[in-house]
């Protein structure tokens, strides 16, 4: 299969609109040596066929859409390469992007859980409003594991895994999390037998988690944050990086030392990367920390083959 990451910021992207940071107003003036990138969403397709799975529909889709062309192959007068969209959660940043899709000609065939579809047609009903559009053909994942498939995509397998997250702060299940509210996906190609782990916003390693994180060839795991206190030893924000659903990188239990424990031949990579976190300079001593133990940042436009 080939991924295409689409956008590899977390929610409020690199540079962010309102953020003087160090990296943002570096990346902004060019003293931080980093690339702009959008917010989180990946395009996954088989190696024959041109159709793929969106994963997440990011505030950025229209722009992401415009930088890859593999999105728009122009088979008809109308056409899109996204034969379905899968979500991980129901968070701003991953469902906007659902509103851009409302001028298709055909119902968005779409796989959530049942929580986000609570939250997509009640604290932010993207589903309701665009049922005044093109309509949704709504999916229900299932959290047991069991595999489906988004047809059209050359029956790339899908296997959904409830994560320990967060709900979006509208949710009413922001403080009381259900299974559903965040799942992570094995992705796994039979022509190949290639297998991706994707959880963009993950708080917790499970012995399930690291059991399908130590199954795949590749993981693209939550980058969001380097420590725990990051926002607000920047002083842009008081909640901790656990506290929202984020496992931060460095120190004790952090996403690092989990890594490290993967299989030598696994491909790491981190996505969903906050604009406060010092991986985005790719002249800090974290970034060097990383090539170090072989793990990748992602960037927006990188092609992933597995
Ligand atoms: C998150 O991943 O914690 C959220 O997307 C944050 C946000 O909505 O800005
Ligand atoms: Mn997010
Ligand atoms: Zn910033």
Redesign the pocket.
């Given at each position: 299969m080939r991924i295409t990451v689409l956008g590899s910021a977390?929610?409020?992207g690199f540079p962010q609109w309102n953020c003087n940071c160090r990296n943002c107003a570096g990346v902004r003036n060019g003293s931080v040596r980093a690339k702009p990138r959008t917010q989180s969403s990946i395009f996954v397709r088989p190696d024959t066929g041109a159709d793929g799975i969106l994963f997440n529909a990011s505030p950025d889709i229209l722009a992401q859409m415009r930088a890859v062309p593999a999105l728009q192959p122009a088979r008809a007068l109308r056409d899109t390469a996204i034969a379905g969209v899968v979500l991980m959660d129901g968070?701003?940043?991953?469902v906007t992007g659902l509103f851009m899709l409302r001028e298709r000609g055909t119902p968005l065939p779409l796989w959530c859980t049942d929580p986000v579809q609570d939250d997509l047609t009640q604290g932010n009903p993207v589903l309701r409003v665009l049922g005044h559009y093109c309509g949704v053909e709504r999916h229900a994942i299932a959290l047991n594991g069991s595999a489906f498939e988004v047809p059209g995509t050359g029956h790339l397998r899908l296997h959904a895994l409830p994560l320990a997250s967060?709900a979006?702060?509208y949710s009413p299940n922001r403080d009381r999390s259900v299974p559903g509210d965040n799942i992570g996906m094995s992705i796994v190609d039979p022509a190949t037998g290639g297998r991706v782990f994707y959880a963009p916003?993950l708080g917790e390693i499970t012995p399930e988690v690291f059991e399908a994180m130590a199954a795949a060839d590749v993981v693209m795991v939550d980058g969001?944050f380097w420590t725990d206190d990051e926002m607000a030893t920047q002083g842009v924000g008081r909640q901790r990086a656990r506290a929202?659903?984020?496992l931060p990188q460095s120190g004790p239990g952090g996403m690092l030392e989990w890594l490290a424990r993967l299989p030598t031949g696994t491909r790491r990579l981190l996505i969903?990367i906050n604009n406060t976190n010092p991986i985005l300079d790719e002249d800090s001593a974290e970034r060097a920390l990383l090539e170090a133990a072989r793990v990748q940042v992602c960037e927006d436009g990188m092609e992933i083959k597995v």
């Open positions: 977390a929610g409020g968070q701003v940043d991953h967060k979006a702060p916003g969001t929202i659903g984020h969903h």
